[in-house]
């Protein structure tokens, strides 16, 4: 079970110090001003992304409390989006024509 943990621990570790600007910012003051200050800058990052992640998390719900009378709607809506997407492409096939479409696949 430790052995999982510390793998978990790892990845999340890799994935979350990815290098971007912000690592890059977050190094540099490491590096120039010392551990405690890199230790905050890392802190403040977290909670900004905490920020952006809530308010996405409550703009979403929001939008989809507003739209849950719509459903019908967007079912009927996204149905025939589908139902035009594959005509056009069931279109396209027909216009390239059989021979054609074998005579492709073979070379």
Do not use: H, Q
């Amino acid at each position: 079970m430790s052995s999982l943990l510390l793998r978990g621990f790892l990845l999340g570790f890799a994935v979350a110090a990815s290098p971007g600007p912000i690592f890059f910012l977050c190094l540099k003051r490491t590096l120039v001003r010392g551990w405690p200050n890199g230790l905050v800058s890392g802190f403040g990052v977290a909670t900004a992304d905490g920020f952006y992640a809530a308010v996405a998390l409550l703009g979403a719900g929001a939008i989809t409390t507003v739209l849950s009378g719509e459903r019908r709607s967007f079912a009927l809506a996204g149905g025939a989006l589908l139902i035009g997407i594959s005509t056009i492409s069931g279109l396209a096939i027909g216009a390239l024509g059989l021979a054609a479409l074998v005579s492709a696949l073979r070379t």
